[in-house]
């Protein structure tokens, strides 16, 4: 349904090169400035990694990484599902400060993964209501691998919201996790934030 | 179309591979066409978390320590002689898969890997294909009867072997039981394909370690996580376009 032909998709770009030159709201959400947000956020983790600092910082940084160029409060609400529409304001306030640490840590623990790699943006299309990112992942002794970023400007600015590697969704797996863990907790909310501060 | 109903049928009974590929030889590839598989079908469910803690059990006792040795004490080269070696014995089979999908492309190139390879690649020890550019194009039954039109079935894990679909262990089955390679090799060489199988087995636990410790080991779900990767994973790989409806694209706005 979503696969566009190779054509369409052409004019698709060519249209959207069109609109790009014509005078538009500063918030309007295009295919440059959808790459530009990814290639500007792999800049960042690239030197993050390079920068040879201990590991506890490295989590940090990502986390910030990750608040600066991810839609954090529409993922966490996501994540946890249907318990986010019966939580009060301030858990859900507690929940999505505690699941962007968990997050910073869960994904930066696999740096090392990264060392020596790049990620190379190659491609972008419109997708339903938002944009679809592609890019290339050269990590060291693998095969170049397929990366996709969903990045929308819902939250008023350009963020992403998800992560597609080789197939496997980045959302649906936190859902999967995050209910999981609720469930571990007999479904209640604080004490899964107690969880993830402790992951 | 009545074949492929009889497919499914056939499909329901897992005890029948041949059956299947009985079928299948029967010249069935001109009448399906490929289906996008969605969400995630389990009525297996409580089997089949039972031989996911036996898999996770293997892999603590034996698979993950023993892949450990194998990555340490193993030289680089000598594993990627090993994998090389293994994947080499795979072409003959994705040759014929290539060619039952119809694939006339990928069939001709895996066979001039297998050539190329054999001679140059001394016995499959080497990968001089790929300076050919002619990549590696992985394939198996378990797809070929996905291009024919069968569906993937319900979600299925076995002790010992992983995640799998009804579709892709009948596959897996298929594969085993008509590889050209264990046909046409004689006893103690089809033992060394075999033992380079298991080594490049072991290196890609070694070498995927942290990917696969975190999801069977860190995870609240490991089961949960390991069936959302496979099918996705899987799906992916067959080249399905992901579904707008389905989980594949998660619209958080619209919730």
Redesign the interface.
């Given at each position: 349904m979503i696969q566009i032909t190779r054509r369409a998709f052409g004019a698709t770009l060519a249209a959207g090169a069109a609109v790009a030159v014509l005078p538009r709201p500063a918030q309007a959400l295009d295919l440059a400035s959808a790459k530009a947000l990814i290639d500007r956020a792999i800049a960042e983790v690239n030197t993050v990694i390079n920068s040879g600092k201990a590991e506890q910082a490295m989590y940090k940084d990502f986390e910030a990484i990750f608040a600066k160029y991810a839609d954090v409060n529409a993922i966490a609400r996501s994540a946890l599902g249907p318990a986010s529409r019966s939580a009060s304001a301030a858990e859900m306030k507690a929940f999505t400060r505690a699941y962007q640490g968990y997050i910073g840590r869960k994904y930066g623990r696999r740096f090392r993964e990264f060392i020596g790699g790049r990620i190379e943006v190659v491609d972008a299309k419109p997708l339903k209501s938002y944009f679809e990112v592609i890019s290339v992942a050269h990590l060291q002794g693998e095969a170049p691998f397929d990366l996709r970023w969903h990045v929308s400007n819902k939250s008023g600015k350009d963020l992403f919201f998800n992560i597609i590697i080789e197939g496997v969704n980045m959302l649906a797996s936190e859902r999967e996790e995050v209910g999981a863990m609720l469930k571990q907790n007999k479904g209640d909310i604080n004490a899964l934030i107690a969880a993830l501060n402790a992951a | 179309m009545m074949r492929r109903t009889l497919i499914s049928e056939l499909l329901q009974n897992l005890g029948k591979p041949v059956a299947v590929a009985m079928v299948a030889a029967s010249g069935l590839a001109a009448c399906g066409t490929a289906v996008a598989d969605q969400g995630i079908n389990d009525p297996y469910e409580q089997t089949n978390r039972a031989m996911h803690s036996v898999n996770v059990g293997l892999d603590r006792a034996l698979v993950k320590p023993t892949s450990k040795v194998y990555g340490t004490i193993v030289p680089q080269p000598v594993k990627t002689g090993v994998a090389n070696f293994a994947s080499n014995l795979s072409l003959p089979g994705d040759v014929v898969n290539s060619a039952l999908q119809g694939n006339g492309e990928a069939s001709v190139r895996n066979t001039f890997r297998f050539l190329i390879n054999s001679t140059l690649g001394v016995g499959g020890l080497f990968d001089p294909a790929k300076d050919f550019g002619l990549a590696q194009k992985k394939t198996d039954f378990g797809e070929t009867l996905y291009v024919w039109g069968v569906g993937e079935g319900p979600y299925l894990e076995f002790p010992g072997l992983g995640p799998s679909t009804v579709r892709d262990a009948v596959g897996t089955a298929v594969d085993f039981a008509a590889n050209p390679v264990s046909i046409v090799l004689p006893k103690p060489e089809s033992y060394y394909a075999t033992a380079s199988k298991v080594g490049s087995k072991l290196g890609d636990r070694d070498?995927y370690s942290?990917?696969i410790d975190?999801v069977l080991y860190d995870?609240?779900?490991s089961y949960?996580?390991t069936r959302?990767?496979y099918l996705?994973?899987r799906?992916?790989?067959l080249g399905q376009?992901?579904?707008?409806d389905g989980?594949?694209?998660?619209?958080?706005?619209?919730?």
């Open positions: - | 070498r942290e990917t975190s995870s609240a779900d949960a996580q959302l990767l996705q994973n799906r992916f790989e376009p992901a579904s707008s989980d594949d694209f998660i619209d958080p706005y619209q919730e």
